[in-house]
């Protein structure tokens, strides 16, 4: 896993935010790179139109721009010690990043929630938010920012977990990831208070009952975890949190700098094709840090 790292360019500043993580991260992965940039097709109209006014193609003008665009920043990364190739490709750019890092093997798609169009707080851009929903690649995702921000090298892997068996299906991957990039983990789990429970006119009494006992069974759920983890050699710690899950997530790993943050698109609540999952969609939108974003093994299609 975690071979070769493609990452997607449109041209613009805000999507080479993502260029900082890169080194790092092909660095310790040891992975070659490969930058990508797809070129919207013409309209067939417009390119008839070139045609019959036997005009230079302007598909074939964006290619060789696009090229030496790419050429630049390979360039960059080369000097930094990095293998780079560059790529240009025609298609309808979400799709054709899915498909491109799917068909020719990529461990890893690197991308920023933004590009051209500019940053909007709590979204991303479509086509960021098509890749994460429907690639079956981990996609590491960095939140694009207005100002450029500073990078914080990644110093731990927070792996948040529901107690589902969906969202433990991650946990393979991001122990390789942890491993290759010798980062130590931090398992976290979020107790949430059940309404249901706390509608009942007789339940109030037993609310903070049933809130301890709901702690130490995912206290002791997150220790069964750790020491597994552990045995594989890695630095494993884990944390349990009450609370709403995406606030608690983001809090905690934004109150260690640095931290790297893990996650399915699914959990508990099982596989809605093309929806994510709500505390995803809410961490996506929300952590103002790196992400890592994986399809659940379940929904993986028989890969090259
Ligand atoms: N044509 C493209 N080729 C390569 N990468 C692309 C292309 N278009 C977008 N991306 C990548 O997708 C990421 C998010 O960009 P996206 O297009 O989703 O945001 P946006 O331009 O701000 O929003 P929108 O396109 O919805 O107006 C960026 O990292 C960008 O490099
Ligand atoms: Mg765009």
């Not at 041209?11 to 919207?40: C, F, I």
């Not at 067939?44 to 598909?59: C, D, G, H, I, W």
């Not at 790529?87 to 051209?116: D, K, N, S, Y």
């Amino acid at each position: 896993m975690f071979e070769k790292l493609l990452v997607a360019l449109d041209g613009s500043p805000v999507a080479e935010q993502v260029l900082p993580y890169v080194e790092p991260l092909a660095r310790d992965l040891k992975a070659p790179v490969t930058l990508l940039h797809v070129l919207e097709p013409l309209p067939e109209e417009v390119r008839a139109a070139y045609l019959r006014l036997s005009l230079p193609l302007e598909e074939l003008i964006n290619v060789t721009k696009a090229q030496e665009y790419l050429a630049l920043h390979a360039r960059r990364l080369r000097e930094a010690g990095l293998a780079v190739e560059i790529q240009t490709i025609t298609g309808h750019p979400a799709e054709a990043i899915v498909e491109h890092a799917q068909q020719r093997g990529f461990g890893l798609i690197a991308m920023t929630t933004h590009g051209r169009s500019g940053v909007r707080r709590w979204t991303l851009g479509s086509v960021a938010e098509h890749v994460v929903r429907a690639s079956h690649t981990p996609v590491f995702l960095v939140r694009a920012t207005e100002k450029l921000h500073r990078v914080t090298a990644m110093q731990r892997l927070v792996v948040p977990l529901d107690g589902s068996p969906l969202a433990e299906g991650i946990l393979p991957a991001a122990q390789e990831l942890a491993t290759r990039l010798s980062l130590p983990v931090l398992l976290v789990r979020v107790v949430t208070f059940p309404v249901t429970i706390a509608a009942w006119p007789e339940g109030q009494s037993y609310i903070g009952e049933l809130m301890d006992q709901m702690q130490r069974e995912a206290e002791s759920y997150v220790e069964a975890l750790t020491q597994r983890l552990q045995k594989s050699g890695l630095q494993v710690a884990s944390h349990v949190v009450q609370g709403e899950p995406a606030g608690e997530i983001a809090r905690v790993a934004r109150g260690k700098p640095g931290s790297l943050v893990a996650i399915s698109t699914h959990a508990r609540s099982g596989l809605q094709r093309w929806i994510l999952g709500s505390v995803t969609d809410k961490l996506i939108r929300n952590y103002g840090g790196p992400l890592v974003v994986f399809h659940p093994p379940a929904e993986r299609p028989a890969g090259p």
